[in-house]
């Protein structure tokens, strides 16, 4: 079956659609950061509630600089404007990929907008309420009458962002898999062979991006991600299938 018109589009017109796109996300996300900062001091209790747990008794976030909690706001007021924007953000990447799709195929765009948003919210939702907290006590448990706790929110607030957002996109998997497979670069089969490799590599992923050493923490990050790999078996399997029916 021959691929529509929109596929051959030249390379100066996809740097126009990727121009088009990114705008149109980036106002997305301007829009929803003043929204945000709106709300700034109601997100940062939000976010900073699984370290305040964590402290002792009448320990406090503390900033070290005259312009470091206005900079961390500000970070607060982007990541939360990520969250809120993203089914709309998911929306151009879709806009973005669907010329080289065929029209048939155009018809996914509803389960990729919902499943990519379902999967990214999720990371996020799973690393803030499982994997954060015992990270944190971890942390924390070091306190003593040696050792005093005194956390710059800003420090804070960038492990944050940074765990939540690669938990986030690590949840995108199936949906990666998905287009892997539509454009046959790997298949369910070749996934399976490979389990144990990835069972590695996910592991080893795990010790390098979670905050806390602790075997507890790792383990809780790398077992949604088997879960995941397996899924996008099945995943690649049914876009396989798929493929075959539409040549």
Known sequence: METNEDAKMSLTEHLIELRKRLTNALIALGVGFLVCYYFKDTLFAVITKPLVEALPKNSYLIYTGLTQAFFTYMKVAFFSSLILTSPFIFFQVWKFISPALLPQEKKYVVPFVLSSTILFLSGVIFG???????????????????????????????????????????????????????????????????????????????????????????????????????????????AGRKKEASA
């Open 128 to 238: 803030y309420f499982v994997v954060l907290p015992p990270a944190f006590r971890f942390f924390v448990s070091f306190n003593n009458q040696y050792l005093q706790a005194m956390i710059s929110f800003n420090e804070y607030i960038g492990l944050f962002i940074k765990f939540l957002l690669g938990f986030g996109l690590s949840f995108q998997l199936p949906v990666l898999i998905f287009f892997l497979a539509k454009l046959g670069i790997v298949t369910d089969k070749m996934l399976s062979q490979n389990r144990k490799y990835a069972i590695l590599l996910m592991f080893i992923a795990a010790a390098i991006l979670t905050p806390s050493p602790d075997a507890l923490s790792q383990m809780l990050m790398a077992i949604p991600l088997l879960f995941l790999y397996e899924v996008s078996i099945f995943v690649a399997k049914f």
